[in-house]
């Protein structure tokens, strides 16, 4: 079976920076991805690691130990526009997704 | 490019009639998926599709069926419907096997059953 577990809410002001933790526990392993949804729309691919280490895409960050089952989502410089449900996913093999419960973060002002 | 397509937004049906739901893609992925989404239980797999003509099923099929029978169409079928299947239907799909596996989504389709 499968086993993700990240925090359900977390609440920031702006400007402030908010780390998502994820660990895991699965079958299989590839790598984790994260995942945004806006207020029940769509679901929107943010970044993957497969590899041990940190990949930085503008304000957002991922990082990946492989070892420890462990990533975390760093979420810099936070805007209102980033309150949204964050869902961390491992890719369990070639095309299989099994989603984490998902973070709700909240911006204040 | 229109993406993932879902049809419809939006039912309301009563315990025990059926429907399809409709997702199309124009990205000519070879993956498509179907997954539900209930509150504070993320996205839960329920059948996918590694191309056409092929299902399978994933971590909640009962209750559903599906058929891959063009590529771009996944078609998600309740044949009896039960109030426990209300939940937000989300379809996907992903290019392959190569790179980060990233799956692309359709914007939903909320489901009541009374």
């Known amino acids: 079976g499968q086993s993700l577990e990240q925090p359900s809410e977390v609440t920031a002001v702006e400007g402030a920076i908010v780390q998502i933790n994820c660990t895991y526990q699965?079958?299989?392993?590839?790598?984790l991805s994260w995942y945004q949804q806006h207020d029940g729309g769509a679901p929107t691919f943010l970044s993957y690691n497969a590899l041990d280490g940190l990949e930085e895409t503008g304000r957002f960050s991922s990082f990946l130990s492989r070892s420890d089952s462990y990533g975390y989502l760093l979420l810099q410089e936070l805007q209102m526009k980033d309150s949204a449900s964050y869902f961390c996913?491992?890719?369990?093999?070639?095309?299989?997704?099994?989603f984490g419960a998902g973070t709700t973060v909240t911006v204040r002002a | 490019n229109a993406g993932v397509t879902q049809t419809p937004k939006f039912r309301v049906l009563k315990t025990g009639q059926s429907m399809t739901l409709l997702c199309a893609q124009d990205m000519n992925h070879e993956y498509m998926y179907w997954y539900r989404q209930d509150p504070g239980m993320g996205l839960r797999l329920i059948h996918y599709s590694v191309g056409e003509g092929t299902t399978a099923k994933g971590e909640v099929p009962d209750g559903y069926n599906v058929s891959r029978l063009k590529k771009q169409n996944f078609l998600l079928g309740l044949e009896s419907a039960a109030p426990s299947q209300t939940s937000v239907y989300f379809c996907?799909?992903?290019?392959?096997?190569?790179?980060?596996?990233?799956?692309?989504f359709g914007p939903g389709t909320r489901l009541t059953v009374l």
């Open positions: 699965t079958s299989g392993f590839y790598g």
């Open positions: 996907a799909s992903s290019p392959g096997t190569s790179g980060s596996g990233e799956q692309f």
């Open positions: 996913a491992v890719r369990v093999n070639d095309y299989k997704l099994s």
